[in-house]
Each structure stands twice: as structure tokens, then as C-alpha cells.
């Protein structure tokens, strides 16, 4: 079946320009997160929700950052006001479930750079 | 201290040849280690999860020292397409993962 895609592929904005990623995780995945993962290093956990339950938005480098989902399905990443050190690859990844029994399947990413 | 830490590499390996690579966690309450592989410019995928008593898939086996707070990846038989980074990760609650900067991997002929 397909697999979590992630649109656009690549972004390249202004600084201080808002910009809004997507993703549409494997139907019927309850558990979404979304990581970054800048240049030449790992990936870094920014936001996850699961179910109707409130997300949880521990790794959040900054109230510039925002991300919603629709019930179970599309999310979104926005970044507002972008600066040059929030170019990186945005990755979303889904689960059946948010248990660690739960295989997480990664998107393609989002390649972000900031001019 | 970073969380999750690993030798960067890269680690050049003779096709056919063995290797072997280690990553160390801070986090004594972590209870969920994987071994992913992502390829250059693409996405991670899960190579296989870390069991206490180790377990093997093939010609990679997985083994995770909770005393010694580390986790090994051994791979037999190195293959060209097996030329990757392996990323180490701690699975917390909510399964969110923690990733390792990953070790690279190089397979030559």
C-alpha cells in the first residue's frame, strides 16, 4: 500500500518568510511525528500526535514552529518568520500505534533551506 | 552527553568482511532500542529492533548490554549495497525516537 508521502519535496524561502510542509501518513496510523535532521547530523524529534489526544510538542525548538492534524489523517508543519538555521530536512514518520512495538515508517522528507 | 552517541565513521569494510560497531545511551530507564539505515538523501527505515538476550537477521546480528549501557550491530558477509549510515535509537514514551548521529558504513570490492 503507499507509504507516508510528504509534500513539497523541496522548499527554498526567503528569511523571515512563512512556510507550511505537509504530510499524509499510511491510512489507518494513528501516531504521526515529525523530526528534523540538519546537514551531516541525526534526526531530532520535534512533535508528535497520537489519536484525539493533545500532541505532544516537547521538541519544539521555538513558538515559531506549529503543527496540526486533522483527526487521523493530514498533518502540517509551519514555521514561521524562517531563519537560515531552520534549513534542514523535515522528516514526518507514522505508526499504527504510539507504542514501541510499533514499527515507525518515515516519509521522503522535506528539504528545507533558508536564503 | 548526548543522549545517544556513535562513532561517526566512516568504517571502510572489504567486501565479504565483517564488522562490527557499538553506540552507547545516558538514559539507565530507556527501554527500546532499534537499528535503522538511511541512505544518502533518503529516508530511515528500520533495520531491526534490539533484544536483551540479541538477536540476529540474517547476516546482521543486534545485541544490547543494559549493564555496560551500550548496543552493538554486527555485520557478516559485508555486501556493496549494504554501504549505508546506521543510525542507533531509543525508543521513549510515546515512542518517540531518540536517533544517534549514526556510523557510516563503506563496503569496497
Known amino acids: 500500500g503507499a507509504g507516508v508521502s510528504q509534500s513539497p519535496s523541496n522548499k527554498v524561502t526567503e528569511k523571515g518568510k512563512d512556510v507550511e510542509l505537509r504530510c499524509d501518513p499510511i491510512?489507518?496510523?494513528?501516531?504521526l511525528y515529525w523530526y528534523r535532521q540538519r546537514l551531516g547530523q541525526g534526526l531530532e524529534f520535534l512533535i508528535y500526535f497520537q489519536g484525539n489526544s493533545a500532541p505532544d510538542k516537547s521538541g519544539l525548538p521555538s513558538d515559531r514552529f506549529s503543527a496540526e492534524r486533522t483527526g487521523e489523517s493530514v498533518s502540517t508543519l509551519t514555521i514561521q518568520r524562517t531563519q537560515q538555521e531552520d534549513s534542514a530536512v523535515y522528516l514526518c514518520?507514522?505508526?499504527?500505534?504510539?507504542?514501541?512495538?510499533?514499527?515507525?515508517?518515515f516519509g521522503p522528507g522535506t528539504r528545507l533551506t533558508v536564503l | 552527553r548526548k543522549e545517544v552517541e556513535q562513532d561517526p565513521g566512516p568504517f571502510n569494510v572489504p567486501e565479504g568482511a565483517t564488522v562490527a560497531f557499538n553506540c552507547t545511551y545516558s538514559n539507565s530507564a530507556s527501554q527500546s532500542f532499534f537499528w535503522y539505515r538511511q541512505d544518502c538523501r533518503k529516508e530511515p527505515k528500520l533495520l531491526m529492533s534490539v533484544y536483551s538476550s540479541g538477536n540476529e537477521d540474517g547476516r546482521f546480528t543486534a545485541q544490547l548490554n543494559r549493564a555496560s549501557q551500550y548496543i552493538s550491530l554486527l555485520i557478516r558477509d559485508s555486501k556493496l549495497s549494504d554501504s549505508a549510515t546506521y543510525l542507533c535509537?531509543?525508543?521513549?514514551?510515546?515512542?518517540?525516537?531518540?536517533f544517534g548521529g549514526g556510523t557510516r558504513v563503506l563496503v569496497k570490492p
Open positions: 514518520a507514522s505508526s499504527y500505534r504510539d507504542s514501541y512495538t510499533d514499527t515507525q515508517y
Open positions: 491510512s489507518g496510523h494513528t501516531a
Open positions: 535509537v531509543r525508543a521513549a514514551a510515546g515512542n518517540k525516537l531518540t
